[in-house]
């Protein structure tokens, strides 16, 4: 008896370079309140996935890994894939950013050309 294991995935480049989520929030009165919220780059980022991302007909389901390469302008930048996580999530390529169990993340140069090369793969037995 043979058993079939079928494998969801969804891969694409999206065009920007993405804001450490860590160092990317910033202070502001609202209503006489201070609140913390996205820095303009991150918010700029997040318009700019979601326009770009061609998200699956349905959201994968179970257990995935994430394979991204980020390409920064510069080496300053933290590798820090987690604003992208929470967009997977908010575009609907994943369910819940919590089904991310395995990450594969790198960090790349490129001054003229910014971007993400992002990968979810359905782990197998999930």
């Known amino acids: 008896m043979s058993i079939e294991k079928t494998t969801e995935s969804w891969i694409q480049l999206i065009q920007g370079e993405p804001a450490s989520k860590a160092n990317s929030r910033r202070l502001v009165q609202i209503g006489g309140k201070p609140r913390v919220i996205k820095s303009?780059?991150?918010l700029d980022y997040c318009k700019?996935?979601?326009?770009?991302?061609?998200?699956?007909s349905s959201p994968i389901a179970?257990?995935?890994k994430l394979n991204v390469t980020i390409w920064y302008k510069t080496r300053r930048p933290d590798l820090d894939p987690s604003l992208i996580m929470d967009l997977l999530q908010k575009v609907g390529v994943i369910q819940n950013d919590r089904q991310i169990k395995e990450i594969h993340a790198l960090h790349d140069l490129?001054?003229?050309?910014?971007?993400a090369l992002i990968e979810i793969v359905r782990l197998e037995g999930s």
Do not use: C, L
């Open 40 to 42: 303009k780059k991150a």
């Open 62 to 64: 179970g257990d995935v």
């Open 110 to 115: 490129d001054k003229e050309n910014p971007r």
């Open 48 to 56: 700019n996935f979601e326009r770009q991302a061609k998200t699956p």
